[in-house]
C-alpha cells in the first residue's frame, strides 16, 4: 500500500493510499467552503488522472461540514472520473447527510457507498498489494480476494 499525505495552512488534510488498483483519499477538514473545494478538486483531478480508468475513493467521514461548492465539485468529479473509464466513489457521508441527499436527488448523480471496504468490493478492487499479487503469480501461490470473498458471503 502506498501512501502521501498533503496538509496545507487552512486545516486541510487528505492522505492517498493505495489498495490494490484502488487510490484512496481520505480527507479531514472541520469544513469545506469554496476555497477548499478548490485545493481538494485540484488534488483530486491529479488523483483521477494518475489513476485513469480505476476506481477513486474519497473518505469524506474527517469532514465536519460542507458548503453547496463542495457537491458540486463531487459531481463534476465524478462526471470526470466516468468518462475517463474510471469512477469515484464517495464513502463517509452521515446518514442524515445521505438521506438528505437522496430526498434531493443528489444521490443519482454521486456514486456513495456507506464504507471503504463497500466501495473497494463494489470497485472490484483487491485488498492485494500489486507487488504481493505478482510476486504470489512468479512463485505460482494461489490468491484469493478477501473483498470479493467476504461480499458474497
Same mark, same amino acid.
Given at each position: 500500500?502506498?501512501? *502521501?499525505?498533503?496538509?496545507?495552512?487552512?486545516?486541510?488534510v487528505?492522505?492517498?493510499? !493505495?489498495?490494490?488498483?484502488?487510490?484512496? &483519499? +481520505? &480527507?479531514?477538514? @472541520?469544513?469545506? !467552503?469554496?476555497?477548499?473545494? %478548490?485545493?481538494? *478538486?485540484? /488534488?483530486?483531478?491529479?488523483?483521477?488522472? !494518475?489513476?485513469?480508468?480505476?476506481?477513486?475513493?474519497?473518505?469524506?467521514?474527517?469532514?465536519?461540514?460542507?458548503?453547496?461548492?463542495?457537491?458540486?465539485?463531487?459531481?463534476q468529479?465524478?462526471?470526470? *472520473? +466516468?468518462?475517463?473509464?474510471?469512477?469515484?466513489?464517495?464513502?463517509?457521508? +452521515?446518514?442524515?447527510?445521505?438521506?438528505?441527499?437522496?430526498?434531493?436527488?443528489?444521490?443519482?448523480?454521486?456514486?456513495?457507498?456507506?464504507?471503504?471496504?463497500?466501495?473497494?468490493?463494489? %470497485?472490484? *478492487?483487491?485488498?492485494?498489494? @500489486?507487488?504481493?499479487?505478482? &510476486?504470489?503469480?512468479?512463485?505460482?501461490?494461489? &490468491? /484469493?480476494?478477501?473483498? !470479493?470473498h +467476504?461480499?458474497?458471503?
Open positions: 500500500m502506498e501512501s *502521501a499525505t498533503l496538509q496545507n495552512s487552512q486545516d486541510t487528505f492522505s492517498f493510499s !493505495r489498495v490494490g488498483a484502488a487510490a484512496v &483519499v +481520505t &480527507v479531514a477538514c @472541520p469544513s469545506v !467552503r469554496e476555497w477548499q473545494s %478548490s485545493v481538494l *478538486a485540484n /488534488y483530486l483531478n491529479d488523483v483521477i488522472d !494518475r489513476n485513469r480508468g480505476r476506481a477513486v475513493i474519497v473518505d469524506m467521514s474527517g469532514i465536519v461540514q460542507f458548503s453547496c461548492a463542495w457537491l458540486n465539485t463531487l459531481i468529479l465524478t462526471e470526470r *472520473a +466516468t468518462k475517463m473509464g474510471g469512477s469515484l466513489m464517495i464513502v463517509g457521508f +452521515t446518514r442524515d447527510t445521505r438521506r438528505l441527499m437522496k430526498s434531493t436527488g443528489l444521490l443519482r448523480r454521486l456514486n456513495v457507498h456507506a464504507t471503504t471496504s463497500e466501495a473497494l468490493a463494489a %470497485s472490484g *478492487a483487491t485488498d492485494i498489494s @500489486p507487488w504481493r499479487m505478482t &510476486v504470489a503469480k512468479i512463485l505460482q501461490i494461489p &490468491v /484469493y480476494n478477501t473483498l !470479493r +467476504t461480499k458474497a458471503a
